[in-house]
């Protein structure tokens, strides 16, 4: 496999999206990156998806075909496509969103949405590294509000402690329940 360092965000919804659809222009990218809310979370303007339309390209991880079929006025649309190596990539980093990332990381929320581009069995797994992973952090967390004086800090260094706290226990409940609905195969 072709080694290719990690994807910005923009690059890994495009690369979700383009293996969602097998084939797909920019114009469609774009529609479809306004329909599902991406904006909203993922910080994704249309210069940024030609932009990264492009770096996907020079990676080698989609091609580009311009059909020659058009009806109508107007430049002819560029068709891309993933290619092997790009499926290969997309799965490798859906992976490590759902594993790795911090609370509140938007590419985990990537990672989520491209849960049909994996086996349900990955998914699991990685969800399952991101549990212990947040949990490890946690128990960091823990460990350091502690050693810096616990119940004894000032309020605005206890509420730095337990804001990541909660958060990370409300991911942890989150994922939980998705496994759990991954596992009994529910699919909505």
Request: include cysteine; proline fraction near 3%.
């Amino acid at each position: 496999m072709v080694l290719v360092k990690q994807l910005s965000s923009v690059e890994l919804v495009l690369l979700q999206i383009i293996a969602e659809s097998k084939q797909t222009s920019g114009y469609e990218i774009n529609k479809l990156i306004e329909q599902r809310g991406f904006r909203e979370w993922a910080k994704i303007g249309t210069t940024s998806i030609y932009a990264g339309l492009q770096k996907l390209n020079e990676k080698r991880l989609i091609q580009s075909d311009t059909p020659t079929d058009k009806l109508g006025k107007g430049p002819l649309p560029v068709k891309f496509t993933i290619t092997e190596i790009g499926k290969q990539v997309l799965r490798t980093e859906i992976i490590d969103c759902l594993s790795s990332t911090r609370e509140r990381d938007n590419r985990f929320d990537l990672g989520i949405a491209a849960l049909p581009l994996i086996q349900k069995e990955e998914a699991v797994e990685a969800l399952k590294k991101r549990y212990e992973f947040l949990r490890e952090a946690s128990l960091n967390i823990r460990e350091k509000y502690e050693v810096q004086g616990g119940e004894q800090l000032p309020l605005h260094v206890w509420a730095l402690f337990f804001h990541p706290l909660n958060l990370i226990e409300t991911e942890l409940q989150f994922i939980a329940q998705l496994i759990s609905k991954l596992e009994g195969g529910a699919t909505r």
